[in-house]
């Protein structure tokens, strides 16, 4: 692989008093700053000892072993499980000399956090969130057991490799990289592993910023799941770092109508309504709207690649409607550019010749930031005009964004620069993660996960045979170790 990092940048810094770091286990212990490192005297300050050099091909070894009992630790969800999960990445903490706990906000469900600390100035400390739940996996549709952790072909093979027990071992060996190599980074960084994200997230990121602010209270940034590196076509790359998300407005659409036999149907019934209805929904075209992350990326990805031409201004480009028609159906250029609407359950009668009083259809929307959920409604009721037909919401939440300048951007500017030569460019997520959770909180969050994926492995996520390259992880263990060294750089 390209961009050896090697060595660490050097680090010279006031050395701590040599307070053995002791392993305990409390919300408290991760709160607290550590001021153990101002020395009270002059004649105490001394210079630190260079870092260590880090053992790359240890590191390597290390997180593939991990990776891979993580990934035997089946945490589905539902029913999630994660606190075995939890508990399991707390003992490597603590191992290490770092403090860190876990919580149970439902039986069985797990949270972990674990706190790296600086080194006494007060800079905004970095989260590096993960989640340890996964979607479920059906062994016989896979060609290796999906909760083997197996290690074969220079891949780790298993139900979350990427998604995102990968995501959480490269944070984690990262963070015991640079505390085993003596790196004295100006903030603390805090590792926090959820639960139940593949379900909203309520018994995992939502539970943990409404009951534990004290331990995140002097977080000021957070990288997560989300964005990563872009291969383009011409062997040319970029850092697509997700600073927004779509938000999900999931809805119910419920049609009564008479109960009875249907040897003898009547005109309509709720069956018959429900259809209709469906039928004007999916031929509905929602209204195309640019945002600015969306309309920055295709620009990058056009100055890189020397085109296409329209790519530099969508908004003028899309007016065309060959243009436009070749655009969506790419499902992901689409759902850039418009809210969607999925119809994903139905429910009728449970058997044939019985006509049921209720009929329901739920539909998965998605909507851009800034459109307002009860104007889509509107639209929406408008499109399938029958007032008997009921529409509920099941799920909302307002959606949120991080701005696209921060410190946090800046430091991964650097390390696209340094490693990757290459640009960086904020994307808007058509998809939803735990970031809205901590966005709300005021925290920066963006989604960047520092790894290229073959596209054979970035269809593995929530797919079949998901896997990750030994190699692959390897490299985003070292970007995240650069850019923790990069952003905790003392000023
Ligand atoms: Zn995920």
Redesign the pocket.
């Known amino acids: 692989m390209k961009a050896a990092r090697l060595p660490t940048r050097p680090f010279i810094a006031l050395l701590a008093i040599a307070t053995a770091m002791i392993c305990f286990a409390s919300s408290r212990a991760l709160a607290e700053q550590d001021n153990s490192v101002t020395p009270r005297h002059p004649s105490l300050v001394r210079k630190a000892p260079p870092p260590k050099e880090i053992d790359w091909d240890k590191v390597t070894q290390e997180a593939t072993n991990l990776l891979a009992k993580y990934i035997q630790i089946n945490t589905s969800n539902p029913p999630g499980d994660e606190l075995p999960a939890a508990k399991m990445l707390k003992d490597v903490f603590l191992e290490n000399g770092i403090p860190a706990t876990t919580w149970e906000p439902q039986p069985g469900r797990g949270i972990v956090a674990a706190r790296l600390r600086g080194i006494g100035t007060h800079s905004k400390a970095l989260i590096l969130l993960s ?1 340890m739940d996964v979607v479920p996996a059906v062994a016989k549709e896979w060609k290796v057991p999906p909760f083997s952790g197996l290690v074969k072909d220079g891949k780790v093979w298993g139900r979350g490799a990427i ?2 027990k990968g995501m959480g071992v490269m944070e984690l060996m990262a963070m015991l990289a640079i505390k085993r190599a003596g790196i004295l980074l100006n903030r603390d960084v805090l590792f926090v592993a959820t639960g139940d ?2 379900a909203g997230g309520q018994n995992g990121a939502g539970w943990f910023v409404d009951h534990e602010h004290n331990v995140y209270a002097d977080a000021g940034f957070l990288l997560n ?1 989300g964005g990563g590196i872009r291969d383009l076509d011409n062997g040319k790359r970029f850092y697509a770092v997700s600073v927004t998300e779509k938000t999900p407005l999931w809805l119910r659409l419920t049609a009564q109508g008479p109960a009875g036999h249907p040897s003898t149907p009547p005109p309509d019934t709720a069956v018959t309504k429900l259809v209709r209805a469906l039928d004007k929904v999916i031929a509905y075209q929602t209204p195309i709207r640019i945002l600015g992350p969306v309309q920055d990326v295709y620009r990058t990805q056009a100055e890189l690649e020397h085109g296409p031409k329209e790519y530099y201004n969508l908004d003028t480009s899309l007016k065309d409607p060959e243009f436009l028609k070749k655009f969506i159906e790419v499902p992901f250029q689409n759902a850039q550019i418009r809210d969607t609407i999925t119809p994903t359950v139905l429910s009728g009668s449970p058997k044939t010749n019985m006509l049921t009083a209720t009929a329901y259809a739920e539909l998965d929307c998605r909507l851009l930031p800034g459109s307002d959920p009860q104007a889509f409604i509107k639209s929406l009721k408008q499109v399938i005009g029958d007032d008997s037909i009921k529409v509920e919401v099941l799920l909302n939440f307002s959606p949120v964004s991080s701005p696209s300048r921060s410190e946090l951007m800046t430091a991964i500017e650097t390390l696209a620069r340094d490693t990757d030569k290459c640009p960086v460019a904020p994307l808007l997520l058509p998809g939803f ?1 735990d970031c809205h959770f901590f966005r709300q909180k005021k925290i920066i969050a963006y989604g960047f996960m520092p790894v290229e994926l073959a596209a054979p492995e970035a269809e593995s996520i929530h797919g079949l045979n998901e896997s990750i390259g030994v190699n692959e992880l390897s490299e985003g263990i070292k970007r995240m170790v650069e850019l923790l060294e990069i952003f905790g750089e003392r000023s």
């Open positions: 989640h998604d995102d994200e593949e799941e993660t």
